[in-house]
């Protein structure tokens, strides 16, 4: 790409970031190229759809929770692993209102351009609880697949004006239901003070 495409595709994602976060994931297209100061037609070159935008907008975090996954696989107790990456995504969530909606139907939808990174996201989770539940400190009656609704629940509640002063506690009530034995209680009192 060429030194100025790439600037312009970089300054229309960080003009979508911005307006993504003021407004929610169902901003306007129109909006964000007028903000942009560039022609709707010039932003649907760049990104041809919402989605196409969300994933070159999302996909450094993408990459960089997947990659916290995978240094938390080795560095962390299972319990603290977990739990420390559940808290961080469910912040990442948070950045960017209605985002969590999309990620939950394009896990299922292999045609959705952020199909690929949820699956990825999902997958990085999902070994991080497999690996708690191999040392006997997470419920063995859920899977992948629920960690990643429980991202979506808990960052919904963070999206609602009335019950976001809830959702630390409630995060902590989660963390605790899915941990087993003394370990839960030690693991959410341990990331409690340490929420982005």
Not at 34 to 54: I, K, N, S
Request: with cysteine; net charge negative; glycine share 8%.
């Amino acid at each position: 790409m060429r030194a100025d495409a790439r600037k312009n595709r970089d300054h229309l994602l960080a003009v979508a970031g911005t307006a993504i976060a003021e407004q929610g994931v169902e901003v306007s297209l129109r909006d964000i190229a007028r903000r942009a100061d560039v022609g709707l037609a010039t932003l649907l070159r760049h990104f041809p759809t919402r989605e196409a935008l969300l994933d070159a907008l999302l996909h450094t975090s993408f990459e960089a929770l997947t990659a916290k996954a995978g240094a938390l696989e080795t560095s962390d107790s299972p319990d603290e692993a977990l739990v420390s990456w559940l808290r961080d995504c469910v912040a990442w969530t948070t950045e960017y209102r209605g985002v969590t909606v999309l990620m939950a139907a394009a896990i299922e939808d292999p045609g959705s351009a952020l199909h690929a990174s949820c699956v990825t996201l999902r997958a990085a989770g999902a070994r991080l609880l497999t690996r708690a539940q191999a040392a006997g400190v997470a419920r063995n009656d859920i899977d992948g697949a629920d960690v990643f609704a429980l991202v979506a629940a808990l960052a919904w509640l963070g999206d609602q004006p009335a019950l976001a002063p809830r959702a630390g506690h409630l995060f902590d009530v989660v963390a605790s239901a899915i941990l087993t034995g003394a370990a839960s209680g030690d693991a959410g009192r341990a990331t409690t003070d340490s929420r982005p």
